[in-house]
């Protein structure tokens, strides 16, 4: 059973920075893609950045300069380090478990979501 569970979601000025967590339990880590979605208010989830087994990285274009994905594949975790916070960035987000590499969208599974809010 794959568990997935974020930290470090919060309340943040705009300009501000926010690092998101992940560990991951079950399966094998290392081999999977990893990925963090997010869902705002009426919106659609979107991809947001994912990163493969090997650390090769895609990320949305909203994010691109901004966001940066890492994983550790002895700690079973990946961070999501977000600068340059706007208040078009609130969101829940969500930690996945891709289905393939390049990702599509599609994950087999997801934590539970961490709440972002960028606000003055």
């Known amino acids: 059973q794959v568990q997935l569970v974020e930290s470090g979601g919060g309340l943040v000025q705009p300009g501000g920075s926010l690092r998101l967590s992940c560990a991951a339990s079950g399966g094998i880590f290392r081999l999977y893609t990893m990925g963090w979605h997010r869902q705002a208010p009426g919106k659609q989830r979107e991809l947001v950045a994912a990163?493969?087994?090997?650390?090769?990285?895609k990320y949305a274009d909203s994010v691109k300069g901004r966001f940066t994905i890492s994983r550790d594949n002895a700690k079973n975790t990946v961070n999501l380090q977000m600068n340059s916070l706007g208040p078009e960035d609130t969101a829940v987000y969500y930690c996945a478990r891709e289905r393939a590499w390049p990702p599509d969208g599609r994950a087999d599974y997801w934590g539970q979501g961490t709440q972002v809010t960028v606000s003055s």
């Open positions: 990163i493969s087994g090997g650390g090769n990285t």
